[in-house]
């Protein structure tokens, strides 16, 4: 990956791409998980993003995150921890797959449903995705080299969203 951030509008093939992972990591998991979740803006139809799939790997319980940690590492993933994000635990892709964000969440994490509630407004608020990727092409030209600051700029937008979301 490139120091330079980058947005760009929504690609249709960004679904392919997930359900490739998708597929790629399922054979190894599927006996423990959930579900396996397509999150972040590429999963928003109409949404500028950095052209990077993210996924949530869903399980039952906080048991079943060492087992699935294990389980990618068969696959060639490398575990990060939770990269400061209580919660989600982050892995590096294999070097031979499409660089993507793989995280493996409990069903009752926060984090997990925060993914989950920003997801299902934007692809239900098409106005508000027009907005926030307004926003996001904005700030990754301003914030090209800095990638915290970029997050930090638009956590604001996502936050106020995820409040609307949940009532308060």
Not at 7 to 30: C, H, I, N, Q
Not at 46 to 71: F, N, Y
Not at 120 to 136: A, C, F, N, T, W
Request: with cysteine; charged share 25%.
């Amino acid at each position: 990956m490139g120091s330079e951030l980058i947005v760009v509008d929504y690609d249709p093939s960004w679904t392919g791409t997930y359900a490739k992972l998708r597929e790629f990591v399922l054979p190894v998991l599927e006996d423990i998980i959930v579900s396996i979740e397509h999150v972040g803006s590429t999963s928003v139809p109409g949404l500028a993003a950095k052209p990077i799939i993210d996924m949530d790997v869903v399980v039952p319980a906080q048991e079943d995150v060492s087992i699935a940690i294990e389980r990618l590492a068969t696959l060639g993933y490398v575990h990060e921890g939770d990269l400061g994000i209580e919660g989600r635990e982050a892995f590096i892709p294999p070097s031979d797959v499409i660089w993507h964000h793989l995280y493996v969440c409990t069903v009752d994490s926060a984090e997990y449903k925060r993914h989950i509630l920003f997801r299902d407004y934007m692809r239900g608020h098409p106005e508000e995705g027009k907005r926030y990727s307004d926003l996001k092409i904005e700030l990754a030209e301003q914030f090209k080299k800095d990638r915290a600051a970029y997050s930090n700029a638009k956590s604001y937008f996502v936050n106020e969203i995820l409040q609307r979301t949940s009532g308060k």
